[in-house]
């Protein structure tokens, strides 16, 4: 009976989160509908389950390429003014936007690649991120082959520590950054699709600032 039990909540319990998952995302971009009058999203096809996500979608695509053009950057670069001018808003917009500015950019740098650090004591590893350069007012005091890495928790990585070590202190891994982020999401149960083999960090060579 209990073997029954286990298998049955280990086949419905993903599915019913996943499912939930989906209906919390499709619920909250429906609210943008509201954006529309009433007269307008009463009827179809803005009353059918879902429109809200194509909207949403609408209006992301628009924004960008709105954003694009000469005439956009310039509507940006005011609008973003205005929000500095603002106590209070202007420290939250700016701290939101330059972590969305490093998430979503091309050119941004998070997460490049998973590595292994020994933390939080020698000779206790751990998988960690690449985020990038600490910049050049955090490396003044130290020597130049540094970089910031980020220790996520399991089995929430939105939490997590922000490192700098030196590059000879990183082990790079043969596997991707998702693999890892499975790795630590499942607190070690998914095990990553390739096997990284721990080498002595004297014999591993130097990782290139980036």
Do not use: C
């Not at 049955?8 to 019913?16: R, S």
């Amino acid at each position: 009976m209990k073997k029954y039990l286990a298998t049955g909540l280990l086949i419905l319990v993903p599915l019913a989160i996943t499912l939930w998952v989906l209906n919390l995302i499709v619920t909250t971009m429906d609210q943008t509908l509201l954006l529309l009058p009433e007269s307008v999203r009463t009827h179809p096809p803005f009353n059918y389950p879902g429109m809200g996500v194509v909207l949403t979608l609408v209006v992301v695509l628009g924004t960008g390429l709105l954003g694009r053009n000469f005439i956009g950057r310039r509507l940006v670069v005011w609008w973003e003014a205005l929000l500095r001018r603002i106590p209070v808003v202007s420290s939250i917009y700016t701290s939101v936007k330059q972590v969305s500015d490093t998430l979503f950019s091309p050119s941004g740098q998070a997460f490049r690649k998973a590595v292994l650090i020994q933390f939080p004591r020698e000779g206790a590893w751990t998988v960690a991120f690449v985020v990038g350069d600490p910049g050049e007012h955090l490396k003044r005091p130290l020597s130049p082959d540094h970089l910031t890495v980020y220790v996520p928790t399991a089995p929430n990585p939105t939490s997590g520590y922000v490192l700098i070590l030196a590059a000879e202190d990183i082990v790079d891994l043969d596997i991707s950054v998702d693999d890892a982020l499975k790795f630590v999401v499942s607190m070690g149960v998914v095990s990553p699709s390739r096997k990284a083999i721990i080498p002595s960090p004297r014999s591993v060579p130097l990782v290139p600032p980036m």
